[in-house]
């Protein structure tokens, strides 16, 4: 196939760029038409759109997908997906709404991915089913982000290798044959703008990273696309972390979400609950999955908000909980977090009553830690988090067999009306920390 408009944005494929195990170089200078030309040797162009809809509009400095909640899509060669073993992608965040980057590319081989970069948290997915992280609204503009795979997975942003980052995925790459291979995701609704991107058959280096982000800057600023968050924001970060209460069971339920949606202000925040955790679990693995978030500022409101205990108290006492829930804290506070909020253990209703005695222990001992009554049934004077958001006290979360407010039977998880009272007490803390 022979390349298109070479009138612009032309040259030799991969001028100053790492050209070893390049499969796709991707320029997006088109302007017009459903080919996406491919600037390698190898032929991968792709095409605008599915089965002759979906299709992204050209504008003059790249290819847009969106607007929020619409599907825009280019069709890459599949075989070329299970090959992929570093994407370099040079792209925008729309400013519309909650817009972040989630999934600029798909495929039907599956890779999630949870990235940090200074003042913006944001989740990258290929699992649609996997609700791994969600957030943030404060992370706008323009940025190359890299993904390498192999053991371990690197993440850069803009050059930089992001230190903290979790990969459900921990092999060479996409995983088997893929049936698909997508620019933009139909699913989660990637808003924005695609300037360049790089695929290659190898992990890349650092500095190869880096060579390649500083040639297509300097390419892409003859456009006048300039890398970097572009939209003034505030620093300040919540970050939620339990077990699937608060990761929402089944992707449908999450209170994190319902709580950050009630802000009004700029802020990054993202939800690590994850199904099954355990505190123990949580506070062995929060080094390297939490405390690794947090940007390196001065002044900046960094939240930690815990909701854990649930699934211990099926086997472990109360007391070896708390003991768990109160080291994790301490270790937070100690990585940066400048505040922290925890939640008291509400009812369950498979637990016997031995489990039942240890919830009370449990919450007891939180309750001693924090007696004094801020707002509603959020308290302060522990030394190891600034407020206890007393949730198991509110008489709607205890009766389990409630359907209004539980979701299952026995009540374990919450519906969008029982997740709305943590996420209006923890609201509630918000405002007084100031986050509004």
Known sequence: MSLVNTRRWGGSAGAGLVTSDLLAEYRFGEGSGDTLTDWSPNGNHGTLGVGGGYKPEWVPAGLRFGPSGQTKLVTLPSAMAQHVRTMQLFLSVASEGGSVVQCPVSSDAGLGIFLRERDMLFGAWGDAATPYAVG?????????????????????????????YLAQRTDTGWS????????????????????????????????????????????????????????????DQVLFDGDSLTAGQGATHVYPSQCMASRSGLYAWTNLGIGGQLAASIRSAGPGRADVLWGDYTGARKVYVLWAGTNDLVFRSGADIYADIVARCIAAKAAGATHVIVLTVKDCGTWNASQVTQQGTLNGLLRADSPTLQTGVVYSGATYCDYLVDVQSRTQLQNTNDSTYFSDSPGVHLTDAGYAIPAADVGDALTLIGIT
Request: glycine share 12%; charged share 10%; with cysteine.
């Open 176 to 235: 088997g044959a893929a049936s698909q291979f997508r620019l933009g995701n139909g699913v989660r609704n990637y808003y924005g703008d695609f300037y360049h991107a790089l695929f290659y058959s190898s992990a890349l280096s650092a500095g190869q990273v880096a060579n390649n982000v500083e040639v297509v800057a300097a390419r892409l600023a003859l456009r006048g696309v300039t890398l970097g968050n572009t939209t003034p924001t505030t620093r």
């Open 136 to 164: 943030s609204r404060s992370m706008r503009g323009n940025l190359c982000l890299t993904l390498t795979f192999g053991n371990p997975n690197r993440v850069y942003l803009n050059g930089v290798e992001a230190p903290g």
